[in-house]
């Protein structure tokens, strides 16, 4: 990529086309018609945050083979920029392109401690564990700033809730206080995204991301406060980090993590799209291979649908990765595992208080 016209400290490259925005329609945003009043460029790169005000905070998932059953999400696009991130689909739902947009606009949930707090109150509601970052990263760089996932914390630990977390910020340790209370009744489980032990790899894969050495460091940290950590290896990519498999897991276990997962890379709606563009800027001696061996692990396509096969791939290069894996968790993590969470302890405490008997 030339230096000199790349878009520094963003993934994408280009913003491309929302499917769901047809010419015939006119998309309102009147953050940026403000800014084009007040004299401003409206597409400077700079990361714009917009409030918004949804009416629940906890999705029921249906997908069957991701292994969770309800989700939550602070925050809408996400400001680490990973060129990869299959969320990047979801901000065309919001009229926005899942390219540049994805990294530089991002909605902001200010409500989502309340609504959490009314969902949990619910008399139908059975506790399950909610998983923060199903769809964006809950400690991205806006967390900084408007801290709703350490207020949403507060209210897993009032109401005695379980809770997942799934980051790859270092952030997370701000809130050390309140995940070693959740921890203490079991209520707390931490997914640890590591993709790459290269800097220069996790420099042109996650712009805006914590280094490699400050996530390592924290599942180190969270560990040893008895906090658990599953470490995540996703998206492993052909010829960009699935050399690392093992190097990654030895890393993850001498660090505390209690177990991997992984996924194999698909490029799923515009992601396609906007990861061959930047492949081909950043990596151009190798594009083409990557592309190819990526499509080899889903069918020809850069990727598939399918449930159970969509997330681990098909054919020799999946295999390969796949058996790489088991392979890491035979040498690394033999007996040891992520404990289940306390369902239990939820019913005594929906007033917010333990109920006398």
Known sequence: MNPKTAIKGRGAQVNVHNRFFELSHEMRDDFLEFCRKEGEVSDKNKTQYLEVFPKTIVNKVESPDIGMMYSMNSYQGCEHGCIYCYARNSHEYWGYSAGLDFERRIMVKKEAPKLLEIQLKKKSWKAHPIVMSGNTDCYQPAEKQFEITRQCLGVFLKYKHPVAIITKNALILRDLDLLKALAKDNLIGVNMSITSLSENTRRILEPRTTTIKKR???????????????????????????????????????????????????????IGEIFKDWIHKTLPDRAEKVLHQIESCHGGHLYDSRYGTRMRGEGKIAEQINNLVKLARLRYFNNKAMPKLNLNLHEQYKDGQLKLF
């Open 216 to 270: 390592l460091e924290t599942v180190k940290v969270l560990s040893e406060n008895g906090i658990p950590v599953n470490v995540m290896l996703a998206p492993i990519i052909p010829s960009i980090n699935s050399h690392e498999i093992l190097p990654l897991a030895k890393a993850a276990a001498e660090h505390g993590a209690l177990s991997i997962a992984h996924t194999i890379v698909r490029l799923n709606g515009a």
